[in-house]
Every structure is written in structure tokens, then in C-alpha cells.
T-cell receptor, first 112, second 115 residues
């Protein structure tokens, strides 16, 4: 039962270009969405979040877009840098205090 | 910067043996979690712990699993009788409600290999 889906297991992007990571969810009760980033041999680290009352949240090079009607969110990284190469997990929760449900992750490769 | 520390980083055990994975959450955090990731699969929620009791657990967290906060700093996950399918990376995480309880800080993980 995949409530949070990341359909692209991997993505390669040229350094300096925009990286777009996509995520779909099935549970309409989700009200809060997060992106986590994971390097090998480390735990996931929080990157950016968005609540359902917004459709966009920006933090430096990272922007998350939420389309509630389509149950879709995306993470944009611009410009992409070599240090952005990692696995990115989309996550969702019923509210800001609830457990988070992760997607399977998308491995992003930034090419020189 | 405060961090969540986990020990051991890797444990190999025989099927049927008991395993205890240890975690030291960030000191002023109030919510504690265990997640696991089987190789190549998603990070799965196991259990959340708040105010010295389990607040929620998943269907994975059956009677073979238990958690404990034996003192003011440690948070442990015990698997009583390990199975092959328990082989995974186990992540401990903690959070504080003031920042949104689900902005979790994760440890680096404990890799469990059951033979």
C-alpha cells in the first residue's frame, strides 16, 4: 500500500541545470509534506516542507510545489550542484505532529 | 550541531537471537521514532514514542519488537527473536513539537544483518 509514490527511481541532471523530483500521494487526509535528502551511510536529513494551505515554498535553491487537486508535489533544485547528488525522499503526514510516511526515494545524480 | 547517535553501526546476528539497537536522541526532543529501510525499499515507519509510551506503531511492529527509554537519554529498539526478513537499516529519529513534530532528525542508522 504505497500512500506516497516516487515513480522515478533515479534521475540524472547536468550541473547548473534544474532538477525536478516528483511525488504523488493517494491519501487525501495528508496535510503536510516534506522532502528529505539522504547521503550514503547517513540518515535522512530534512530539506524543506509545505503545508496544504500553500502551493509553493521556497528555501534558497530548493522550491517545493504542491498541487492538492492532483495529489502531486515536486521539488525543484536550481541550479543543481554536485553536492546535491543524493537520494531524495518525499514524505507526507496528516498534520505537523503526525508520523511521516515516506516514498521509496529518487536517486539524483548531478553530472559534471 | 546536535545529532542523534545510534549504536551499533552494524550488527550481524543469527536468526532467532535477540538484538538491541541503541539510540541517543537530541536532548531536548520529546518525540522518538524508529524507522527501517530494507535494502532497495522505502523507509518504513515502525513506532513513535512520546511521554514514555508508544503513541503509534505500524503493523510491522509486532510482538517481537519493543521499545524502551530506560533513562533520560537512551531510546532502544529490541527485537526478541530475529528473522531473516528483519535484515534492514534501522533509523532512530527524534523531534520537538515546537518545530513541527515531523521535522525529524535522524541518526546515521544501524545496519542489522540476520543470517
Amino acid at each position: 500500500d504505497q500512500q506516497v509514490k516516487q515513480n522515478s527511481p533515479s534521475l540524472s541532471v547536468q550541473e547548473g541545470r534544474i532538477s525536478i523530483l516528483n511525488c504523488d500521494y493517494t491519501n487525501s487526509m495528508f496535510d503536510y509534506f516534506l522532502w528529505y535528502k539522504k547521503y550514503p551511510a547517513e540518515g535522512p536529513t530534512f530539506l524543506i516542507s509545505i503545508s496544504s494551505i500553500k502551493d509553493k515554498n521556497e528555501d534558497g535553491r530548493f522550491t517545493v510545489f504542491l498541487n492538492k487537486s492532483a495529489k502531486h508535489l515536486s521539488l525543484h533544485i536550481v541550479p543543481s550542484q554536485p553536492g546535491d547528488s543524493a537520494v531524495y525522499f518525499c514524505a507526507a503526514a496528516m498534520n505537523r505532529d503526525d508520523k511521516i510516511i515516506f516514498g521509496k526515494g529518487t536517486r539524483l545524480h548531478i553530472l559534471p | 550541531e546536535p545529532e542523534v547517535t545510534q549504536t551499533p553501526s552494524h550488527q550481524v546476528t543469527q536468526m532467532g537471537q535477540e538484538v538491541i539497537l541503541r539510540c541517543v536522541p537530541i536532548s531536548n526532543h520529546l518525540y522518538f521514532y524508529w524507522y527501517r529501510q530494507i535494502l532497495g525499499q522505502k523507509v518504513e515507519f515502525l513506532v513513535s514514542f512520546y511521554n514514555n509510551e508508544i503513541s503509534e506503531k505500524s503493523e510491522i511492529f509486532d510482538d517481537q519488537f519493543s521499545v524502551e527509554r530506560p533513562d533520560g537519554s537512551n531510546f532502544t529498539l529490541k527485537i526478541r527473536s530475529t528473522k531473516l526478513e528483519d535484515s534492514a537499516m534501522y533509523f532512530c529519529a527524534s523531534s520537538t513539537p515546537g518545530y513541527g513534530a515531523n521535522v525529524l532528525t535522524f541518526g546515521a542508522g544501524s545496519r542489522l544483518t540476520v543470517l
